[in-house]
T-cell receptor, first 113, second 116 residues
């Protein structure tokens, strides 16, 4: 069965520093991959998605992610953190033709002034 | 602004009450979902409707009853809930996966349910 692992339940960076949130998937066939962000007491907002068109995917709010098949990874990065980036981030995967979206456990991002 | 609208935003109910959560989307999506999210956890899939038919039920207790009256609306009827059912209930919609289409989910803001 498909699974998604997010390394680090909590990541803390300084404002202006690089943000790196890690995500690995388990599948012999690369799935569709997504990063979602959830602010407190809100729903999930799609940041970006990988659907095999390009390995480097750019998303909203300055985030991007790189798909690496050899490492079965889809890490999320942002060059310079803003205070407004503080939120919970979920990596998710879906197999081709499947309806079920499999989520990782989430990473809480804290930004220090 | 989200294009998936959920009402009510907050709901408090007793264990003997009957209530409903409502979800509406106008993006022309033909798949709609109910997820349950507990604090500090990822969303857990409950139900999926595809073309107005129930396609996935993740062994959800019968005290939760979904309904899809048409392609834009999704309801979740609640009856005889337990305090442990208190959670954020998220509705989502997508195009059913087809070919190379990624079928990403668009989520509503959620309904915060408290069962006393």
């Amino acid at each position: 069965a498909q699974s998604v692992t997010q390394l680090g339940s909590h990541v803390s960076v300084s404002e202006g520093a690089l943000v790196l949130l890690r995500c690995n998937y388990s599948s012999s066939v690369p799935p569709y991959l997504f990063w979602y962000v959830q602010y407190p007491n809100q729903g999930l907002q799609l940041l970006l998605k990988y659907t095999s068109a390009a390995t480097l995917v750019k998303g909203i709010n300055g985030f991007e992610a790189e798909f690496k098949k050899s490492e079965t990874s889809f890490h999320l990065t942002k060059p310079s953190a803003h205070m407004s980036d503080a939120a919970e981030y979920f990596c998710a995967a879906k197999q081709t033709g499947a309806q079920k979206l499999v989520f990782g456990q989430g990473t809480r991002l804290t930004i220090n002034p | 602004d989200t294009e998936v609208t959920q009402t009510p935003k907050h709901l408090v109910m007793g264990m003997t009450n009957k209530k409903s959560l409502k979800c509406e989307q106008h993006m022309g999506h033909r798949a709609m979902y109910w997820y349950k999210q507990k604090a500090k956890k990822p969303p857990e899939l409950m139900f999926v409707y595809s073309y107005e038919k129930l396609s996935i039920n993740e062994s959800v207790p019968s005290r939760f009853s979904p309904e899809c009256p048409n392609s834009s609306l999704l309801n979740l009827h609640l009856h005889a809930l337990q305090p442990e059912d208190s959670a954020l209930y998220l509705c989502a919609s997508s195009q059913p996966p087809r070919g190379l289409a990624g079928g990403e989910l668009f989520f509503g803001e959620g309904s915060r349910l408290t069962v006393l």
